[in-house]
């Protein structure tokens, strides 16, 4: 019934999207542990072309560069000590034609080695969709000459499999700050503890010497190792003066409710002077 | 007279049902929804160069044909997150069976935007990833230019390729 529910919720939020659209997946991350060893995504074709769906898995964490930019990070090589789940885990269908307008399940299923040491193993699940094209034949080639580029979509997915208790928590390493044109720029550097990601929010409060707050940013964050994040203060309007920006990291997160690992909030300042 | 009492007789039958029904006792269930965050991405219009002649190159823009021939991808999911983006494999040439026809794209030859219509657009280099925030709505759209190139000899024919855009939530 739940089930129903949810994909009837998914029919909704979908039905809002233009007919155009290719496809959605849904939900973006999906959490399985030695307990519940499937789950399952649903995939939709909202246009009126059939899609042709294939699904791998590849290990893959985010990383961030010195600016403080994300992205994910997929080794050329594994060493055998990641904490890998994609050799073990299987999608049904595998590869699929999703008629126009059609909605189906993709299940995943874990099967972990026997023996596999307590923890949490990622992997991304990568879901390539194409839209199927007719093949010109002689008949249908043009006198001169024609060129069109068609599109494919590669949407990458976040898994989890947890095996045993596991937890996390979070470390602030460091703040920095640099002032870049009418903004300061405040670098955050962030430690995962536990044997678990940490997957919250980081909350940025720039106080002034009264006690008020200013400014107030508060982004996304997923440490799996380290992390650093960017938060940029626009210094308009902003008097000369003596400042606090403080951070504050939870893990309250609706995006994926029931399935966030909690962990204490931690919260650290730093003062700052704008001249 | 007759036709008084049938509606008495209707009324009354009425209410007494209608008293049945409020003297039940009260049942219930309970529904539950979960909202699945769901991640949409749509291929809207193919990057399309139309008819070209033999040895002039033809371009398309990103910005000015981004209503027209520009590449246009629409994406949407949780409102101001982030996501990756990234441009796998650009082919350097299209083909028609065993003839092909250079392709390039320059290092700004992709966008992005809140906006449908491409106004506004961030550039970006597709040959390489960027980063980018789903507007509040939770929109984005990514426009994609290029520049084909046919020799004076090019063989007549409809020349295809296929561009991969990879898209992932950065969980941040």
Same mark, same amino acid.
């Given at each position: 019934m739940r089930?129903?529910?949810?994909f009837l919720t998914l029919f909704i939020v979908c039905g809002l999207c233009p007919l155009y659209s290719q496809a959605s997946f849904a939900p973006v991350a999906l959490y399985l542990d030695n307990a519940h060893r499937s789950g399952y995504i649903l995939a939709d074709n909202g246009t009126e072309k059939a899609q042709e769906v294939s699904i791998e898995f590849v290990f893959g964490y985010p990383v961030s560069d010195s600016t403080g930019k994300v992205t994910i990070f997929f080794p050329d090589s594994l060493t055998g000590a990641e904490p890998n789940a994609a050799?073990?885990? %299987?999608?049904?269908? /595998?590869? *699929? $034609?999703?008629?126009?307008?059609?909605? $189906?399940?993709i299940r995943f299923i874990a099967r972990p080695p026997q023996n596999l040491p307590v923890g949490e193993y990622w992997a991304r699940p990568i879901i390539t969709s194409t839209e199927t094209r007719k093949l010109l034949t002689g008949g249908?080639?043009? @006198?001169?000459?024609?060129?069109?580029? #068609? %599109?494919?979509?590669r949407s990458v997915l976040a898994l989890s499999y @947890?095996?045993?208790?596991v937890s996390?928590?979070?470390?602030?390493?460091?703040?920095?700050?640099?002032a870049q044109g009418d903004s300061l720029v405040l670098?955050?550097?962030?430690? /995962?503890?536990?044997?678990?990601? #940490?997957?919250?929010?980081?909350?940025?409060? *720039?106080?002034?010497?009264?006690?008020?707050?200013?400014?107030?940013?508060?982004?996304?964050?997923?440490? #799996?190792y380290t992390l650093r994040k960017r938060f940029d203060i626009d210094l308009?309007?902003?008097?000369?003066?003596?400042?606090?920006?403080? *951070?504050?990291?939870?893990?309250m997160r609706d995006d994926s409710p029931g399935n966030i690992l909690q962990a204490a909030p931690v919260i650290k300042s730093v003062a700052l002077t704008i001249p | 007279m007759k036709r008084c009492f049938f509606l008495l007789v209707v009324l009354s039958f009425v209410l007494l049902m209608g008293g049945v029904a409020f003297a039940q006792p009260e049942a219930s269930i309970t529904a539950t929804a979960t909202v699945l965050s769901p991640l949409t991405i749509s291929g809207d219009q193919n990057l399309n160069f139309g008819d070209v002649l033999p040895g002039v190159n033809s371009s398309v823009d990103k910005a000015t044909d981004a209503g027209t021939n520009a590449g246009k991808f629409s994406i949407s999911g949780n409102p101001s997150s982030e996501i990756n983006l990234e441009f796998t494999a650009l082919p350097n040439a299209l083909t028609n069976g065993a003839n092909s026809l250079t392709i390039s794209f320059s290092s700004t030859d992709a966008g992005h935007t809140t906006n449908t219509d491409g106004s506004s657009q961030t550039a970006f280099d597709p040959s390489a990833s960027t980063t980018a925030t789903l507007g509040t709505g939770g929109n984005l759209y990514?426009?994609?230019g290029g520049t084909v190139q046919p020799t004076h000899t090019q063989t007549a024919g409809t020349y295809t390729g296929t561009v991969t855009l990879q898209i992932y939530y950065t969980g941040n």
């Open positions: 089930g129903s529910i949810s050799p073990w885990l %299987f999608a049904y269908p /595998r590869k *699929f $034609r999703l008629e126009p307008y059609q909605r $189906r399940k249908d080639q043009p @006198r001169g000459i024609e060129a069109k580029v #068609y %599109f494919q979509i @947890r095996n045993g208790p996390t928590g979070i470390i602030i390493q460091g703040i920095s700050a640099k670098l955050l550097d962030m430690e /995962r503890t536990g044997n678990a990601a #940490y997957i919250g929010n980081a909350i940025l409060r *720039f106080v002034d010497s009264s006690g008020s707050v200013k400014r107030s940013i508060t982004k996304q964050i997923a440490v #799996y308009a309007g902003l008097t000369p003066g003596e400042y606090v920006a403080e *951070f504050e990291l939870n893990t | 990514v426009f994609l």
